[in-house]
């Protein structure tokens, strides 16, 4: 079993920004983010697969930045110019490969952005 353990949430006025990590227990050739506000699905961030271009949805691009150092199987999301409405509990996702099933979730950190 993989374990993903998130840090850097917390609350920051509108316009400000956080750094978000996730450590991973093993190497993973996918690591992203996906956020899920009160009330609504969950949805994605940002995913970083290696050797490829990051994704993003489309309300953070230009704003959100995904990286991730291999050697300590973490992947980080920088997030600026937060709004309110990026308020929302961020999971950090993360899967061995395109062909393999097995999902794997961190227990999520909370982010509010006030206005």
């Known amino acids: 079993q993989v374990q993903l353990v998130e840090s850097g949430g917390g609350l920051v006025q509108a316009g400000g920004s956080l750094r978000l990590s996730c450590a991973a227990s093993?190497?993973?050739?996918?690591m992203g983010w996906y956020r899920q506000a009160p009330g609504k699905q969950r949805e994605l961030v940002a995913v970083?697969?290696?050797?490829?271009?990051?994704n993003y949805g489309d309300s953070v691009k230009g704003r959100f930045t995904i990286s991730r150092d291999d050697a300590k199987n973490t992947v980080y999301l920088q997030m600026n110019s937060l709004k309110p409405e990026d308020t929302a509990v961020y999971y950090c996702?993360?899967?061995?490969?395109?062909?393999?099933?097995?999902?794997?979730w961190g227990q999520g950190t909370q982010v509010t952005v006030s206005s």
């Open positions: 996702y993360g899967r061995k490969n395109y062909y393999t099933s097995a999902n794997y």
């Open positions: 093993r190497s993973l050739g996918i």
């Open positions: 970083l697969a290696t050797g490829e271009s990051p």
